[in-house]
């Protein structure tokens, strides 16, 4: 009886070892594809966040790649690098942490790769046949625009013809728009449509997004871009002299807080900045941010939130980074209760509250203007 009970203990534990296993494997990806030379860089990275999640090179045009995707699925990014540097072929998979396998040749790189394994890239691939030649136009009239500039031939005219409510760039956007609607229509009931949803949430009447959430399946409903569509429907945007959303977040130093303790201190303005690890224009700002913190330290508080799911990378690049104020983390990364509220499409973001917490000014991006411009608001 007693070596029983022992075989079922120990079984027990294998199999909770094994289901642990699952649950932390990440994904492989094996390529076969034509045209690249040989010691090409290849490089994946997460698009949300820019971290490079793997990288190798390219002999007799195979390479493998791995890693672990923390938003499962999530669209990645694959590059291809020459090894002079001077040549770069970009494509985009939508996957899971999932074994799948690539191929095709270099001049269909960016569009028309072959997919084999993965349970979520086919409606992206679906997608893509529908925009894509859209984007390919709108590139094209980019490129045109920029042309024109650089020939001194830009005026108030073309200005208008590109990008008035009828000009040629603002009717791809709108085409575009429209086909990205109706795709995610019809096919609401898909982690690719919803990520499209999530994603594209400004471009759409709160009508759309209510009936698509209407509309889903019960093994949507408890998904992380659910939360996220609901805290949108519920939460306006903040205007100037509105009063602050709060939030809660961990510190540096494991503390979880509330955003309103801020509001408590004798500071006379808090700047809330949302800031990833591996956004280049974010790591641009912090020279400039640290030196207006010591500055302004008198009457300026600033509170960093950090839009990345991992933790790790947070506390790290905290250190690294001789951070002395506060930093916040919530384990939702991108689809957070703040993220959602404080309608962020990308980092850096900056908040300039007053000591009663009500809003003065919102900045996002990070231009060479920023620093003086903050100064100003709070002089």
Not at 127 to 155: A, C, H, S
Not at 173 to 194: G, P, R
Request: include cysteine.
């Amino acid at each position: 009886m007693k070596k029983h009970f022992a075989h079922i203990i120990v079984s027990a534990l294998i199999l909770t070892l094994i289901s642990c296993q699952k649950k932390q494997s990440g994904f492989e990806i094996s390529a076969n594809l034509d045209g690249f030379k040989d010691k090409s860089k290849v490089l994946i990275s997460d698009i949300a966040s820019q971290k490079v999640l793997d990288s190798t090179t390219v002999i007799d045009g195979k390479f493998v790649l791995s890693g672990f995707l923390e938003n499962d699925p999530s669209t990645v990014s694959l590059m291809i690098l020459s090894d002079d540097g001077k040549e770069r072929n970009y494509t985009s998979i939508f996957m899971g942490n999932e074994k799948i396998s690539i191929s095709g040749n270099k001049s269909s790189f960016s569009n028309k790769i072959i997919v084999v394994g993965s349970n979520y890239h086919g409606l992206k691939a679906d997608f893509d046949k529908q925009v894509n030649p859209l984007y390919d136009e709108r590139d094209k009239k980019i490129q045109q625009m920029f042309t024109l500039r650089n020939d001194g031939k830009w005026n108030d005219s073309l200005q208008s013809a590109y990008w008035s409510k009828t000009g040629l760039i603002t009717k791809i956007d709108k085409e575009t728009s429209k086909i990205t609607e109706q795709f995610i229509a019809d096919n609401i009931n898909s982690h690719f449509a919803l990520s499209q949803l999530v994603t594209n949430k400004n471009d759409f009447s709160k009508e759309f997004i209510k009936n698509q959430l209407d509309r889903l399946e019960p093994k949507f409903l408890d998904t992380r871009y659910v939360n996220v569509l609901k805290t949108y429907l519920a939460n306006k945007p903040l205007e100037n002299g509105a009063s602050f959303y709060n939030f809660k977040a961990e510190d540096q130093n494991g503390q979880t807080v509330d955003f309103a303790s801020f509001f408590n201190s004798d500071k006379e303005f808090t700047l809330l900045e949302f800031y990833s690890p591996h956004c280049g224009w974010c790591k641009k700002a912090l020279p400039e941010i640290k030196e207006l913190e010591k500055a302004e330290n008198e009457k300026l508080q600033v509170v960093t939130y950090n839009v990345d799911k991992n933790k790790e990378d947070w506390l790290k690049t905290t250190k690294s980074n001789g951070i002395t104020w506060t930093t916040l983390w919530n384990e939702n990364g991108r689809y957070s209760d703040a993220y959602t509220k404080y309608r962020i499409v990308g980092t850096p973001t900056y908040y300039l509250f007053d000591k009663h917490g009500n809003l003065l000014k919102i900045w996002t991006g990070y231009d060479e203007k920023l620093i003086a411009d903050i100064r100003n608001s709070i002089e």
